[in-house]
């Protein structure tokens, strides 16, 4: 199984600013199917990145995502108001083929 | 634009068997992959099967002893069968449809089932 390691576990921040969120793999993620998404309370996730750095349709670019083998990152250029949220990674290899990292939260400072 | 929506009882007891259908609007399954997500406090977003939308399945071998996902003759349902259910399966349940073409993501995605287990 590959494990998915998210950091920081909380992230506080202001509007403006840049937020760096990591995703880490237990072992490489050789599809480099890669994706990242955007959980806010009572909602369903949102996708706003596959194959490691592909905009989903209507994702604003200030989100952008970059990595390969183990290492993978999300980048919000500048956090908007709407941007507070708990952030996924998620992975397609292995056996189960798919699976989660246990999110990163981005809270205001 | 493709739309989804998870029904069924939301309340199980236990040892018994929950099943719940994905109902697909503005669209049909007639490409692409589709899953069954959940998600509980305790051990987050966990991938539970897809199907192909030819019918082929694949399942998580955690799931795979209790789990059974099938697409119904109309392309336009899928379920999820969950037996032998306890309070650790206690979760929102998503349906959702993979990016296409595939690269392992889920691009559209229920408004998600609250189910408990509970006698």
């Known amino acids: 199984e590959i494990v998915l390691t998210q950091s920081p576990g909380t992230l506080s921040l202001s509007p403006g600013e840049r937020a760096i969120l990591s995703c880490r793999a237990s072992?490489?993620?050789?599809?480099?199917?890669v994706a990242w998404y955007q959980q806010k309370p009572g909602q369903a996730p949102r996708l706003l990145i596959y194959?490691?750095?592909n905009r989903a349709p209507g994702i604003p670019d200030r989100f952008s995502g970059i990595g390969s083998g183990t290492d993978f990152t999300l980048t919000i250029s500048r956090m908007e108001p709407e941007d507070f949220a708990v952030y996924y990674c998620?992975?397609?290899?292995?056996?189960?083929?798919?699976?989660f990292g246990p999110g990163t939260k981005v809270d205001l400072k | 634009q493709v739309q989804l929506q998870e029904s069924g009882p939301r309340l199980v007891k236990p040892s018994e068997t929950m099943s719940l259908t994905c109902t697909v609007s503005?669209?049909?399954?007639?490409?692409?992959?589709w899953s069954w997500i959940r998600q509980s406090p305790g051990k987050g977003l966990e991938w539970i099967a897809h199907l192909y939308h030819n019918g082929v399945t694949k399942y998580n071998p955690s799931f795979e002893s209790r789990v059974t996902i099938s697409v119904d003759t109309s392309k336009i349902h899928f379920s999820l069968r969950m037996n032998s259910v306890t309070a650790a399966d206690t979760a929102v349940y998503y349906c959702?449809?993979?990016?296409?073409?595939?690269?392992?993501?889920?691009?559209?995605w229920g408004q998600g089932a609250e189910v408990t287990v509970s006698s």
């Open positions: 503005g669209g049909s399954i007639t490409s692409s992959y």
């Open positions: 959702a449809r993979h990016v296409w073409p595939p690269a392992g993501a889920f691009h559209i």
């Open positions: 072992q490489s993620v050789t599809s480099g199917h």
């Open positions: 998620q992975q397609q290899g292995g056996s189960p083929e798919l699976t």
């Open positions: 194959g490691a750095s």
